[in-house]
């Protein structure tokens, strides 16, 4: 649709789009996983690397089938330090981020040796004084024994 007017004897012409408003695409999931995690900080690598794992312990269904902050399945518990400005809250969103990346990539890369980059994992943050705790699970055994053969690889070296 065109607009024109005269405004103080100058012809202004303008091309309305139908439905302009509504036009920019709405943000992607990256955009809504990603939205306050710096780039930088996207990776995990700081977090999840074995400088900053206290331990590490395999996760079976029966023992947590009544905590609801533990997905269901087996898979590792991934306990790291507590860091300054770094909740579980933050360690959250910064994993649904990575794994948003991920599938907008079509999956982790085939390189990856992150326990968090298994196919078919749900993943929930949880702290306690001076921890953050990462728990990886799933209800496919193949996966959940990858996730623990992954994890065990960070476990300190002491």
Not at 35 to 50: T, Y
């Given at each position: 649709m065109k607009l024109s007017m005269t405004i103080a004897g100058v012809l202004v012409v303008s091309t309305l789009a139908l439905g302009a408003v509504a036009a920019a695409p709405p943000p992607s999931a990256v955009d809504m996983a990603c939205?306050?995690?710096?780039?930088?900080?996207?990776?995990?690598?700081?977090?999840?690397?074995?400088d900053g794992v206290l331990r590490v312990e395999p996760l079976t269904g029966r023992e947590h089938i009544d905590d609801p902050t533990v997905p269901t399945g087996e898979g590792a518990r991934i306990v790291v330090a507590a860091q300054p400005f770094v909740t579980a809250a933050w360690l959250q969103q910064a994993v649904d981020c990575h794994l948003a990346h991920n599938a907008s990539a079509g999956g982790a890369a085939r390189a990856s040796r992150s326990p968090i980059d298994v196919s078919?994992?749900?993943i929930a943050v949880t702290a306690a004084p001076g921890t953050l705790t990462v728990n990886i699970a799933t209800t496919d055994r193949s996966a959940a024994r990858e996730v623990l053969a992954r994890s065990m690889l960070l476990r300190p070296k002491r």
């Open positions: 939205r306050g995690i710096p780039e930088a900080e996207n990776h995990l690598a700081v977090l999840l690397s074995p078919g994992t749900s």
